[in-house]
């Protein structure tokens, strides 16, 4: 009959080497404190605070996990500090226009385009508007727009009269517009 290695007990059926998983992590812990005797590595200075620590493997640097954030975080802002940082791309917000129509675009015009002037004011006008460009002045010019049209009559609304002054109320309230809607 086939023993534990660890308790020296007799093994269960479906068991080979040990008799629980407690024997099992015992041996295991057994067997990396033989490994680190054989090292026997040379005490040494925490590179963060200095303080003397006797490693438990050739890697270790830092007497704690407090020690080893701490340098992480000094690496971190050396290197933040050596690459510039990259200006920050904004998505277009959902729904907004992200082109705009050539037809009814707008510019600034820092030169002056006219029509021949064949009158007194529009040569006036003329005058001003290059003495203002002149100057260092910017005039914002927009493209072509649907013509105005023009209703004969009057335009009735399809509501009734409660609808069409509590509309008036509104409009007076938000934009203290009056009569707007022509009653």
């Known amino acids: 009959m086939k023993t534990c290695f660890v308790c020296k007990k007799e093994l ?12 099992s992590y015992y041996n295991t812990i057994q ?12 005490p040494i200075n925490c590179s963060t605070c200095g303080e003397t620590i006797i490693p438990k493997t050739t890697r270790q640097r830092y007497c704690s996990k407090h020690c080893w ?7 971190r802002d050396a290197k933040r500090k050596l690459i ?21 675009g707008e510019r600034i015009v820092t ?3 006219f029509t021949k002037a064949d009158t007194k004011e529009r040569v006036e006008m003329q005058a001003a508007v290059e003495e203002y460009l002149k100057n260092g002045g ?18 009735k609304w399809q509501i009734d009269k409660t609808e069409e002054r509590d509309i008036q109320n ?6 203290g517009l ?3 809607l022509g009653n």
């Not at 067997?31 to 680190?36: G, I, L, N, S």
């Open 138 to 155: 910017k005039i914002t010019k927009y493209g072509d727009q649907a013509a105005k049209i023009e209703v004969e009559g009057e335009i």
């Open 84 to 104: 510039p940082p990259k200006p920050k791309e904004r998505k277009a917000k959902r729904f907004e226009a992200t082109w705009c129509s050539p037809v009814f």
């Open 170 to 175: 509104e409009l007076s309230r938000l934009w």
């Open 12 to 23: 269960p059926l479906h068991r080979r080497i040990f008799c629980s998983e407690a024997c």
């Open 69 to 75: 954030t701490v340098e992480q975080i000094k690496r």
């Open 178 to 180: 009056e009569n707007v």
């Open 31 to 42: 067997k990396a404190k033989k490994k680190r005797k054989k090292l026997e590595l040379d």
């Open 111 to 113: 030169e002056a385009e």
